[in-house]
């Protein structure tokens, strides 16, 4: 089993900038690539990018692409979310979402670890 737990989220006005943090624990960290997703009311859960267990590889969804930013630290069993630009349409709720394989899907269905989710909410 493998243990997720967000945490940064928060309000934040339209144009601003928030960083998310998930902390894996229960097993090797990087013996897993990780995603992040987001999910608003009444839609589907969207795919918003993925690192590759290694941290060489990473890939974000075109409605975040050139504002938002992934990357890890294996040392510190953390995946991180750097989001700048912020726009209202980016309000959801963010999982981070761990996968036993050296690459990421944009599949949720791809994922065999999610965490709870952390509310970003970005103000016009």
């Known amino acids: 089993q493998v243990q997720l737990v967000e945490s940064g989220g928060g309000l934040v006005q339209d144009g601003g900038s928030l960083s998310l943090s998930c902390v894996a624990s229960g097993r090797t960290f990087s013996d897993y690539a990780m995603g992040w997703f987001r999910q608003a009311p009444g839609k589907e859960r969207e795919f918003v990018g993925y690192i590759s267990r290694n941290g060489r590889s990473t890939a974000t969804g075109n409605s975040v692409k050139g504002r938002f930013t992934i990357s890890r630290d294996n040392t510190k069993n953390t995946v991180y979310l750097q989001m700048n630009s912020l726009k209202p349409e980016d309000t959801a709720v963010y999982y981070c979402?761990?996968?036993?394989?050296?690459?990421?899907?944009?599949?949720?269905?791809?994922?065999?670890?999610w965490g709870q989710g952390t509310q970003v909410t970005v103000s016009s």
């Open positions: 979402a761990a996968r036993s394989s050296p690459f990421g899907t944009t599949l949720p269905n791809g994922y065999d670890y």
